[in-house]
């Protein structure tokens, strides 16, 4: 099959991840030009994996690139997409499709009407831990799954990352940041979320960058979003769930002693992994208290970024489905931005985008995933 042309538009901590897997792993992708607003950084990358890099323009404007892999800040997550599908171009855009309902939206609407494809970000329900989770909760593992309760509560990303500030501004927050995962986790296990409702906090006012690496560590900036939220949602098969995503804690979130996602059913329970990666364990609780660690019956359980843009460039040669889809971000997406407004009025949302529920992914698949 003829691999997927990509250019890859935002040059960051998380597009060396991204660019190694499509440059060394996905035989149906190929990473032929980066570009950053800040060009040494599309330079560096460039140089580090063998392509070449161009200024925004130059990337929107060559005929070569098939699809933008945005990699940019969440407040121009949309923005970019935008100007890619505008360039003729496909996307795969990191989480969050859309920082507002309307935006994605449009990108959804423009993309259908002409052709293109759109995918997005988090792909972690697609490694081997998550699959292995949907499969044993399908065989009814621990009965009729009916709740579930996801925590991630962990220090901010001023303690890690050289630039924190627009982890605090509108468009992301522990809500933005950190809820992909976990909605995309819960919509890939159970189908789409009919109503959610929230409560946020914001016990600090600003925050310190205290990355020893950063240029900028000492320096104080504003805190604009709540940086604690618990929300409470219904899925349209009547499963409920409450997620709480805090920023306000002095430890990692692996360190936070708490499930980071517990399914209850009739027979029992189920702790599914870590949500931001592709591993185990799988712990299963019976109803007589017995806990079970389940093997993974499916492949990437390491690091495996770029699964969905794999999946996504299979159907574009190929004609099939693809799992992270346009729909399946819109709704995420629309969650997201909803359990934030709530966390700010306490108002009740319905969700009005829907998605199906991803086909599960074929066992024993290559570690190339397609070729």
Known sequence: MKKVKIGVIGCGMISEIYIKNCTERFGNVE???????????????????????????????????????????????????MRALKAG???????????????????????????????????????????????????????????????MFTCGPEWFHPNPEFFYQEGAGPVLDWGPYYISALVALFGPVKKIVSMG??????????????????????VEVPTYVSSLMEFDNNMMANVTLSFDMHYPYWEADMPFLRVYGTEGSMDV????????????????????????????????????????ANAMRNGVT?????????????????????????????????????????MNLPDCLYQ
């Open 31 to 81: 990473v032929v030009a980066c570009a950053d607003i800040y060009l040494p950084a599309a330079e560096k990358r460039a140089a580090q994996f063998g392509f070449r890099y161009e200024t925004v323009e130059e990337l929107l404007a060559d005929p070569e690139v098939e699809v933008v892999l945005n990699l940019t800040i969440p407040s121009e997550h949309s923005k970019v997409s």
């Open 89 to 151: 171009k496909s996307v795969y855009t990191e989480k969050p499709m859309a920082i507002d309902k309307a935006a994605g939206e449009e990108l959804v609407k423009y993309a259908k009407e002409h052709g293109l494809f759109v995918g997005n970000a988090p792909d972690c329900f697609l490694g081997g831990g998550l699959q292995t989770c949907r499969k044993l909760l399908d065989e009814g593992i621990i009965g009729k799954p009916f709740a579930a309760q996801a925590f």
């Open 201 to 222: 906090k914001k016990p600090k006012d600003s925050r310190v960058i205290m990355t020893a690496t950063s240029p900028k560590v000492g320096q104080e900036f504003p």
């Open 273 to 312: 992994p870590d949500l931001n990666k592709y591993e185990g364990p799988i712990l299963v609780r019976n109803n007589k208290g017995e806990v079970t660690e389940y093997p993974l019956q499916f492949g990437f359980t390491e690091n495996s970024r770029g699964m969905g843009l794999s999946d996504m």
């Open 322 to 362: 693809y799992r992270a889809n346009a729909d399946f971000g819109l709704h995420i997406a629309e969650v997201l931005c909803d359990i934030q407004k709530s966390a700010v009025d306490s108002k009740e949302y319905v969700i009005e985008n829907k998605c199906e529920i991803p086909e599960q992914l074929p």
